[in-house]
């Protein structure tokens, strides 16, 4: 059974910087994708960034490009989304998932398994 667990997230003022971690068990990040959502209440969820598990290609949201950083750790079965700059605008709850293509992409009907969410506060 493929699990995928987030952590890092929290609390922080506009400028700061957060870490996301997202371990996954049951599948390998070196031969499936991953990707970063987000759900800002009252809102839909939407893509924040991607990560292809061939050569490490990446792809973010206009709005986080320039700010956020998605990598991987194939050793550690782990990606990350490395936060900087934050705004209040980021403020959401942040999913992980997993994608069996090559990218995932930004849609999420090309992810199968997803985390259950860790929790982003910007405050101004």
């Known amino acids: 059974q493929v699990q995928l667990v987030e952590s890092g997230g929290g609390s922080v003022q506009a400028g700061g910087s957060l870490s996301l971690s997202c371990v996954a068990s049951g599948r390998s990040f070196s031969n499936h994708a991953g990707g970063w959502f987000r759900q800002a209440p009252g809102k839909p969820r939407e893509f924040v960034a991607a990560i292809s598990w061939t050569d490490g290609r990446t792809y973010y949201a206009d709005s986080v490009k320039g700010r956020f950083t998605i990598s991987r750790d194939n050793a550690r079965n782990t990606i990350y989304l490395q936060m900087n700059s934050l705004k209040p605008d980021d403020t959401a709850v942040y999913y992980c998932?997993?994608?069996?293509?090559?990218?995932?992409?930004?849609?999420?009907?090309?992810?199968?398994?997803w985390g259950q969410g860790t929790q982003v506060t910007v405050s101004s």
């Open positions: 998932a997993t994608s069996p293509f090559e990218v995932g992409g930004t849609w999420e009907s090309r992810y199968d398994f």
